[in-house]
């Protein structure tokens, strides 16, 4: 009976350590937020907004603490609820190196828009946030 107990004891700390490696791993490799340039940027954040795609857009959002995916969600939301299409995205003043990015497009009765969004780099990972830039 103990052998019997024994080898069920080591199966579930066999299987527990198993799990916990494979969570672990999957953190590891789990890709930095932002982009990995400014043109990967500008590309990925305009096809995030005309497709109203809002897992693709809390990974470019520079969001302080959590609730960044809320954001993302009713940000989008709110975009497709106005009819949004057209997004157009412009990185100044430098594009090798900006601080800005202007999102513009159309609302669906066919007005323009347009808005600034502050550009920010950490680690070599691109993001935007919806914070005025500093100085």
């Avoid at 969570?23 to 990967?40: F, K, Q, R």
């Avoid at 601080?99 to 323009?112: M, N, R």
Wanted: aromatic share 6%; charged share 20%.
């Amino acid at each position: 009976m103990h052998i019997r107990r024994d080898v069920k004891v080591g199966l579930s700390i066999t299987a527990a350590v198993v799990w916990v490696g494979a969570v672990t791993l999957l953190i590891a490799h789990e890709p930095d937020p932002g982009a990995a340039s400014p043109t990967e940027l500008r590309d990925r954040l305009a096809a995030a907004l005309t497709g109203h795609d809002a897992d693709a857009f809390a990974d470019l959002v520079d969001y302080p603490g959590s609730g960044g995916d809320d954001f993302a969600k009713e940000y989008v939301s709110v975009l497709a609820g106005r009819g949004v299409h057209g997004v157009r995205v412009e990185l100044g003043p430098d594009a090798g190196a900006p601080t800005q990015a202007t999102i513009s497009g159309a609302l669906g009765d066919g007005k323009p828009f347009s808005y600034p969004l502050t550009v920010t780099s950490d680690d070599g990972r691109w993001t935007v946030a919806f914070t005025p830039p500093l100085p």
